[in-house]
């Protein structure tokens, strides 16, 4: 189960996010396990109060993590965690790179699964 939130004007498709995710838990070794994993999409001032507040880190982070489990619940369901994503700085790399937005944003996928795995 992937639980996304973002506001109305993010930009970005949800289908797209949902196969990001997908992937990247599949690539991680998620193959057959239930897995809730949330993705939350902010701005520049949202990421950075959280990366100060959480990671006393003064600056826009790309993706940040918050895991939770790892394990597989008494409901059945690994309950992984959430991942932040700033959707400027994600938009930003992508042009600045001169990358497809969805390879972007499957890359960041990728590393935030990762960081839940930590």
């Known amino acids: 189960m992937i639980l996304i939130k973002h506001p109305q004007n993010w930009g970005l498709r949800e289908e797209k996010v949902r196969v990001a995710a997908k992937k990247a838990l599949w690539d991680l070794g998620y193959?057959?396990?239930?897995?809730e994993l949330s993705i939350v999409f902010v701005g520049?001032?949202?990421a950075k109060k959280l990366n100060k507040q959480y990671r006393k880190m003064d600056y826009v982070p790309?993706?940040?993590?918050?895991?939770?489990s790892k394990v597989v619940d008494s409901d059945g369901l690994i309950w992984l965690g959430d991942i932040v994503i700033c959707t400027a700085?994600?938009?930003?790399e992508a042009k600045w790179?001169?990358?497809d937005l969805d390879v972007v944003l499957k890359e960041w996928m990728t590393h935030g699964v990762e960081n839940l795995m930590k």
Request: charged share 45%.
């Open 89 to 92: 700085k994600l938009k930003y």
């Open 62 to 68: 790309q993706v940040l993590g918050f895991p939770m």
């Open 31 to 35: 193959r057959k396990d239930r897995v």
């Open 97 to 99: 790179l001169k990358k």
């Open 44 to 46: 520049k001032i949202r």
